[in-house]
């Protein structure tokens, strides 16, 4: 079994030079295969995109970072030294309509700190005609390769393509891990316990303990491996570089979360039993369900709340009214300073991960769709009566099913939550997140 990689290439740059026009240009392009599935988090800035055999994550960090208070220089410049720490590949955008700018020289300092490849793109540029005019200004920057595009019209699109395609190294093979090794990644804000439950958990648990070099640059991934089973504990953002990362970056540590989730079977994710949920925790959670992860919360800090009753009420309802979209996620109490409760992770992990590669035979699941329909008849829908014919699994890692019906316009959100329902309680998948896609029979 093979650890797959999937760079993150990230797009930088003032407001308004075009991220978002190249990103859906990119992501909405017909050569791009993209994850249909809608997400839980509304805007998506992000997008797993399979371009002819090169996948990579895109990532719009304006979209996902702007803070409309610091919008400016300082900003922009957080942004490429995280793009720096977290990306793999950076597109540098500016704007050629606008010319060059005091911004695009700072920023260029910046990035020639690194030896990750940089695309410095000059957008607006939307004519051939333009080149010479839009372009040359910017060669002052000094960098070796400038980029003509139009985000807008395509004009340049399809070389800078090309050029990132031979970035990517196609199916780059990664290390190799024992078969059926569940990949479990660890997500929290700095200072939840991650590291300290990581050391406890390799402490504790008899099992053979190897580092082995992370999919990401400078990242060490820990293999355990016990009889049959053997787990990838994947190394997040800020658990082995601690002390490197500063406080005006963590905030940016969500690039890194979603190389990792792109990564991992199961996602854990940290809260603190003191604090309770931050924005950051929800987006996290958010990002896991669009994954289709399998998903365990660990309230840590147990034994400062345990003779607490009020906080403890107080945390597990607050996580109740917060996340009502991940009822099926297991929730344990821990410490990682005592080592409450962390004997029970394996287990967990074990289920969620059982349930997350299950597979259902066909007849079966045609029995539960027909009994779900005889149980609750489906509604009328334009004056016909809303069929469905039959049902299969079409996926794992999640659960994914189709069933085919007369209208896919007609399922409702209630009966599709009903058939959800049906599905998880008769397959036994109450751990993981599942996918019901509904077809129209032609
Ligand atoms: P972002 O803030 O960097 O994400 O920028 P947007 O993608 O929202 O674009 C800002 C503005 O620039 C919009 O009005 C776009 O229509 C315009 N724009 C983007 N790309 C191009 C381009 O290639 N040519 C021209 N002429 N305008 C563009
Ligand atoms: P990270 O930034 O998420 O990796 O967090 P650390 O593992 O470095 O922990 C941050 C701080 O919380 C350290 O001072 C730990 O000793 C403390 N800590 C971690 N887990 C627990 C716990 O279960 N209970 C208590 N009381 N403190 C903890």
Known sequence: MKQTSCPIV??????????????????????????????????????????????????????????????????????????????????FLMDGKHGVTPADHQVVEILRRTEKPIFYVVNK?????????????????????????????????????????????????GPELPEGTVRVAFFGRPNVGKSSMINRIVGEERMVVSEISGTTRDSVDTLLTHGNYSYLLIDTAGIRRRGKTTDKLEKFSILKSLASLEKCDVAVILLDAGEGLTEQDTKVIGYALDHGRGLIIMVNKWDLVEHDKKQQEHIL?????QLPFVGFAPLLKVSAKTGYGVKRLFPVIGAVDRQYRAKFPTAALNNLLRDAIEAHHPPIYKNKRLKFFYTSQIGTCPPMFVVMTNSAKGVHFSYQRYLSNKYREGLGLDKVPIKLIFKEKS
């Open 125 to 173: 540029v939307d004519s051939p005609e333009q080149e010479i005019e839009r372009l040359s200004p910017f060669w002052e920057l000094g960098v070796e390769k400038l980029w003509a595009v139009s985000a807008e019209h395509n004009y340049g699109f399809n070389s800078l393509m090309d050029g990132l395609s031979e970035q990517i190294d196609s199916g780059d093979p």
């Open 10 to 91: 990230v797009l930088v740059g003032r407001p308004n030079v075009g991220k978002s026009t190249l990103f859906n240009r990119i992501t909405k392009s017909r050569n791009a295969l993209v994850d249909p599935t809608p997400g839980v988090t509304r805007d998506r800035h992000y997008e797993r995109v399979t371009w002819e055999d090169r996948v990579f994550m895109l990532v719009d960090t304006g979209g996902i970072d702007d803070n409309p208070e610091d919008l400016m220089v300082n900003h922009i410049r957080e942004q490429a030294m995280a793009a720096i720490e977290e990306a793999d590949i950076i597109f």
């Open 317 to 321: 309802a607050e996580i109740g009214r």
